[in-house]
């Protein structure tokens, strides 16, 4: 149990940038569909999203802690069903430190009013959003139980 909460404490710490502390879901609610409309994509409402929600293109979804309903929220990913446009993700004037590939980018979200780590999902294949959408919501520890039992 004692390993669990440092893993817990590590974890956590991944998530923020020094200094930082969580933020309420509504402001991190806020920033995800800054960027999401900012990219040129639909925002989906992650409450939304249920079982019966099915893939449509174009469109993000925030995941993580905002789509499990977490009244804190350290950082903010995002699910987008379309290829991620490298070259304009790096144009935004929000968007500092940008890393990633195809399937992944992380970057800083930085303005003003707000500075967060963002990840950013790509998935484009209808067949194994569900998939996606389930290992996105996390939370990291229950991804690593179902792997386990997998």
Known sequence: MKYLKLYA????????????????????????KDIIEGLGFIYVNPDDVT??????????????????KRPEV???????????DMMKLRKMPWAKTVSGGEKQVNFIYDTPKATRKVNL?????PASFG?????TTGSHQYNVRLRFVA
């Open 9 to 32: 404490e590590f974890i956590e710490e991944a998530i923020l940038l020094p200094g930082q502390s969580k933020i309420k879901r509504a402001d991190a609610l806020e920033i995800a």
């Open 51 to 68: 079982t019966s929600y099915s893939f449509v293109k174009n469109v993000g979804i925030p995941v993580g802690s905002i789509r499990r």
């Open 74 to 84: 350290g950082d903010v990913d995002i699910i987008i069903t379309s290829p991620i």
């Open 121 to 125: 999902f790509s998935f484009t294949d």
């Open 131 to 135: 998939g996606a959408l389930l290992h």
